[in-house]
């Protein structure tokens, strides 16, 4: 009875359309109620325990850096960087888009805010240069993801409180498969744009102009230095480099940069309230989800079920991908990953998967439920920058989901791409 008051009220509340965090712990209260050996108490005290964890502080400050960067111009001057150095390739405009999502996503870790500050600072021009507005809505939603793939990622800190996992080595195994969605998306980007006719910059920057332009920059770029440096230099944790990060993008745009004002950063903070209070629903709700589901002993008997399918390492993992993949159109992506990783990683671990690897097999399979209709975040917030309707986003995106989906897959069944650095370094 609790199982199926858990799964059917899920299920109910999300045809509803309530939101997601909201459903969960109403699909938790639901369980609680027609269990007799559970008290009242349960999910409150779920609420509260879920986000009392030190590595959780990360979250909020990763998500006031993120805001603060983009009101504090550090982002503009990254996205200037971007210009010069990729502004003349055909698609040019397109390249900096994924370019500059990847600089401010190795700050902000969230890929909202890497859709929203990117997207508000291009649309407009790319728009203008002539650039198909679906496509340009799509691509922004899907570089968006790179703020959940390269490190720092806030889905990565999620692994790592659920499982157990290394979050630095989470980060460190970010860096490759980064690299390859980075690759993917230009080399899409270079060729549609090339068959579609969208030209780059007739003029050339020169030598001393794109000095002028890195100088300008140097501050935004020993950002993620002294972050990502002082977390593997063994300097600060990653709970504490999101504080540096925050208190950093500050010091920026107040005394280096000038353009953080007090109603600029107040509303930067308001902004990151409203989204770390989301979030932290979501994860105290999810909280609750996943130990009911332990109390019913659903990982072991999905456990169970899973090995009974095959024994065959390469079908299994093919199985988990598709079973993400089908998890990310309907649940967010923050709560599917406090659920699932502590049931899938035994399954992925009994066929000799490492906890790592298959922390980032989670992160890029679940990243693709960010741009994947009908709950994408990514594709919310890219119809509300862009000002256009969901469904425009959500053709726009489906290439760019393609693009997704074979790195995915790339990712799942070389090993090494996630592996070496770790290896490597730890």
């Known amino acids: 009875m609790v199982t199926a008051a858990l799964f059917l009220g899920l299920a109910v509340f999300m045809i509803l359309s309530v939101p997601v965090g909201v459903a969960i712990g109403l699909a938790a209260v639901l369980a609680v109620f027609v269990s007799d050996a559970l008290s009242n108490s349960f999910v409150p005290l779920a609420l509260v325990t879920g986000v009392d964890s030190f590595p ?6 990763f998500i006031l850096a993120g805001e603060l960067m983009s009101s504090g111009g550090i982002s503009r001057r990254i996205l200037n960087v971007c210009q010069v150095f990729f502004g003349r390739f055909p698609g040019g405009l397109a390249m900096v888009a994924v370019m500059t999502a990847l600089f401010f996503s190795s700050v902000s870790g ?3 805010a890497t859709v929203a500050a990117v997207g508000s600072m291009l649309i407009p021009s790319m728009i203008e240069k002539g650039y198909d507005k679906r496509f340009v809505l799509g691509l922004l939603a899907t570089a968006g993801c790179m703020g959940v793939i390269f490190p720092p990622s806030i889905p990565m800190v999620l692994y790592g ?14 860096f490759l498969p980064g690299v390859l969605v980075v690759s993917g998306l230009l080399f899409y980007v270079y060729f549609y744009s090339k068959k579609m006719g969208w030209k ?5 920057y020169s030598g001393p102009e794109k000095l002028r332009a890195l100088w300008d920059a140097k501050w935004a770029f020993i950002n993620p230095i002294i972050i990502l440096g002082g977390i593997y230099g063994g300097f600060f944790t990653p709970t504490e480099a999101a504080s540096v990060a925050a208190v950093y993008a500050f010091f920026c745009g107040v005394f280096i940069y000038r353009e953080l004002d007090f109603k600029k950063l107040w509303n930067s903070i308001g902004k990151a309230c409203l989204t770390t209070g989301a979030v932290m629903i979501i994860l105290g709700a999810a909280t609750a989800f996943a130990r009911l589901l332990t109390i019913e002993q659903i990982p072991a008997i999905l456990a169970g079920w899973m090995l009974g399918l095959t024994e065959n390492r390469v079908l299994m993992l093919l199985y988990i991908n598709i079973f993400m993949l089908i998890v990310g159109l309907v649940i967010d992506p923050t709560p599917a990953m406090l659920i699932l990783s502590p049931i899938l990683l035994p399954v992925a671990a009994s066929f000799g998967v490492h906890p790592i690897h298959f922390g980032m097999i989670m992160v890029i399979s679940l990243s693709i439920g960010k741009i994947t209709p009908p709950i994408g975040i990514n594709l919310f917030v890219a119809s509300r920058i862009g000002n256009e309707r969901l469904e425009v986003v959500s053709r726009g995106v489906m290439p760019f989901v393609v693009v997704m989906v074979v790195i995915l897959f790339i990712v799942t069944y070389i090993p090494q791409i996630s592996l ?6 730890l």
């Open 420 to 425: 070496f650095l770790p290896d490597l370094l």
């Open 110 to 112: 969230s890929a909202p």
């Open 200 to 204: 780059g910059e007739e003029s050339a």
């Open 56 to 61: 959780i502080m990360a979250v909020p400050m």
């Open 161 to 174: 409180v659920a499982t157990g996992a290394s979050i630095s080595g989470m980060f460190i195994a970010g």
